[in-house]
């Protein structure tokens, strides 16, 4: 079982930067492609950003594409999602993902979630 806690969210103005860090445990964290999906209120959650297990593939919604960026540290068991140039419509409840197979880009191919962080950008 992995467990995966993410961190890192809060209130920004937009145009600002923020950065979401997501803790894993429970398996080594090296075997697992990772993911950002994020859902506002009345909408269906969204794939964000993906990255394999090793950090050499990364893939982005193109929402986001230039604006955020995702990356790890397989020796702190940690994902990160620096987002920068921030805009109201970023605000939502991120969540980070795990899949032991591949990375991906649909919610259903992940099998562990963490409960989430908030995010708001306000003009």
């Known amino acids: 079982q992995v467990q995966l806690v993410e961190s890192g969210g809060g209130l920004v103005q937009a145009g600002g930067s923020l950065r979401l860090s997501c803790a894993a445990s429970g398996r080594t964290f090296s075997t697992l492609s990772m993911g950002w999906f994020r859902q506002a209120p009345g909408k269906e959650r969204e794939f964000v950003a993906a990255?394999?297990?090793?950090?050499?593939?990364?893939a982005y919604a193109d929402s986001v594409k230039g604006r955020f960026t995702i990356s790890r540290d397989n020796a702190k068991n940690t994902v990160y999602l620096q987002m920068n140039s921030l805009k109201p419509e970023d605000t939502a409840v991120y969540y980070c993902a795990a899949n032991p197979i591949a990375m991906a880009v649909t919610d259903n191919e992940y099998d562990y979630w963490g409960q989430g962080t908030q995010v708001t950008v306000f003009a």
């Open positions: 990255i394999t297990r090793s950090g050499g593939r990364k």
